[in-house]
């Protein structure tokens, strides 16, 4: 479990506790996203920054970022399988 304080601030005071909110382990504390969201996330950029080198003329430069593309999503499909098995 992650522990994160809410604080509320005073003019003039530092910080006071307002409340704890408990997030449990392994989720973000925006909840919109978990680890295996972020990876396959990267790997979606990673294809399109190979698509606008391959089109802009690097086409070396496009290869190479593109092969980043699987990797990082069967990364992030053992990440998903790793933590479903945790729990």
Request: proline share 7%; hydrophobic share 50%.
């Given at each position: 479990?992650?522990r994160?304080?809410?604080?509320?601030?005073?003019?003039?005071?530092?910080?006071?506790?307002d409340?704890?909110?408990?997030?449990?382990?392994?989720?973000?504390?925006?909840?919109?996203?978990?680890?295996?969201?972020?990876?396959?996330?990267?790997?979606v950029?990673?294809?399109?920054?190979?698509?606008?080198?391959?089109?802009?003329?690097?086409?070396?430069?496009?290869?190479?970022?593109?092969?980043?593309?699987?990797?990082?999503?069967?990364?992030?499909?053992?990440?998903?399988?790793?933590?479903?098995?945790?729990?």
């Amino acid at each position: 479990m992650i522990r994160i304080a809410r604080t509320k601030s005073r003019p003039g005071a530092g910080p006071v506790p307002d409340q704890a909110v408990v997030f449990p382990f392994g989720h973000s504390p925006t909840g919109l996203m978990g680890s295996k969201g972020w990876i396959f996330l990267a790997g979606v950029l990673a294809l399109g920054i190979s698509l606008a080198l391959w089109f802009s003329g690097s086409k070396q430069a496009g290869i190479f970022v593109g092969l980043w593309v699987p990797s990082l999503w069967v990364l992030a499909s053992l990440v998903d399988k790793m933590e479903t098995a945790r729990q």
